[in-house]
T-cell receptor, first 112, second 113 residues
Framework: DQQVKQNSPSLSVQEGRISILNCDYT??????FLWYKKYPAEGPTFLIS?????DKNEDGRFTVFLNKSAKHLSLHIVPSQPGDSAVYFC???????????FGKGTKLTVNP | DGGITQSPKYLFRKEGQNVTLSCEQN?????MYWYRQDPGQGLRLIYY???????QKGDIAEGYSVSREKKESFPLTVTSAQKNPTAFYLC????????????FGSGTRLTVV
């Protein structure tokens, strides 16, 4: 029973264009969402987060949007750069839980 | 520099042997976690600990054991009972309470030969 779903295993975009990575969740108790970026053979690094009281959070080229009614969040990267090529994990946490639940990841490739 | 250190980076084990993966953090984080990553599987939780001398099973604890004798350290033992131990293992830590994400180590690649 997958509570956090990233339905696109991979995404390819051109340098300079927008990358949109999507994530859906099923647990309505989740109230904090994060995106992590991971390069091969390295640990994930935190990218951006959003709490359920907001519907948007922006940090430089990265923006996360949260649609609570649809239980959907998305990460926008504008403009995309070749260095953004990595696997992106969506994660969620709920009240009273100290664990993060991760999606399976989306591999982003930004072509020069 | 504060951080979380996993060692070794690569580890080879013969079938039937136990092996222990090290995880140390100097971030003064309360909680520590072990995840396993397999291709196409994302990150799956093995064990976690919120306080010294206490830990809980995650989603795939069978064949693994942990200890938390010090706040800074959370070693993971992969026992011979683990049927498919070859994987990339990630350790993470976080502060408890509030909205805090994990800080991850750089991982240990375990290969059974």
């Amino acid at each position: 029973d997958q509570q956090v779903k990233q339905n696109s295993p991979s995404l390819s975009v051109q340098e300079g264009r927008i990358s949109i990575l999507n994530c859906d969740y099923t647990n309505s108790m989740f109230d904090y969402f994060l995106w992590y970026k991971k390069y091969p053979a390295e640990g994930p690094t935190f990218l951006i987060s959003i709490s359920s009281i907001k519907d948007k959070n922006e940090d430089g080229r990265f923006t996360v949007f949260l649609n609570k009614s649809a239980k959907h969040l998305s990460l926008h990267i504008v403009p995309s750069q070749p260095g953004d090529s990595a696997v992106y994990f969506c994660a969620a946490s709920g009240r009273g839980s100290e664990k993060l639940v991760f999606g399976k990841g989306t591999k982003l490739t930004v072509n020069p | 520099d504060g951080g979380i250190t996993q060692s070794p980076k690569y580890l080879f084990r013969k079938e039937g042997q136990n092996v222990t993966l090290s995880c140390e953090q100097n971030l003064n984080h309360d909680a520590m976690y072990w995840y396993r990553q397999d291709p196409g599987q994302g990150l799956r939780l093995i064990y976690y600990s919120q306080i010294v001398n206490d830990f809980q099973k995650g989603d795939i604890a069978e064949g693994y054991s942990v200890s938390r004798e010090k706040k800074e350290s959370f070693p993971l033992t992969v026992t011979s009972a683990q049927k498919n131990p070859t994987a990339f293992y990630l350790c993470a830590s976080r502060m408890l309470g509030g909205f805090y994400g994990y800080t991850f180590g750089s991982g240990t690649r375990l290969t059974v030969v």
